[in-house]
């Protein structure tokens, strides 16, 4: 099975250009406290400019169900991730940090404070593997996923800091990440 690539924190049209040249996956909008954070008239416009076939992601913590689902309803994402050890009973797929809990995948990431982004790589020896299919996150970027992919065998790898430079997305980065990955499977 093909490893999937999901980039994260995107918030500008100029992303948006790069998610569709570079095709990942799925793309995150985080929906946190954070520097990549993005309001949902912010996501909405974005979301309009999303290449077909890519999915939208939502990232949350301690957000309210209505909120997420209005975000759903108005097609701005399609799946939702749950940091914090917070899960939320949707009807649409849902990616949580915990393996115990109703996710549909689980989020492997380094996280402080209960919430990921951190940019730093986890023990890829020291996951156990879940009953259910797993994005990893935390310290990757083109020269690093190659071995995580074969370490690990996540279902998809997902990445926010090691696509950019200097805290902007870096297509170049982008096109690297995605053809490692995808020569990698």
Known sequence: METRVKFCGICTERDIEHVNLTRP???GFVFVESRWRVSAE??????KRLAEGIIPVGMF???PKESILSLYRNGVIEMATFYGGRSCQLDFPSITLWPDTS??????DKSKGGIGGTGERLDW???TKPD???????GLNAESVEEAIRMTKPYAVDV?????TDGEKDLAKMQAFIERVRNNG
């Open 25 to 27: 996956d799925f793309i």
């Open 42 to 47: 912010i996501a909405m416009n974005l979301r």
């Open 61 to 63: 913590r301690d957000e």
């Open 103 to 108: 996710g549909d995948y689980v989020l492997f």
């Open 125 to 127: 020896n020291d996951l």
């Open 132 to 138: 259910k299919p797993f994005f990893l996150a935390g």
């Open 160 to 164: 926010i800091s090691g696509i950019e």
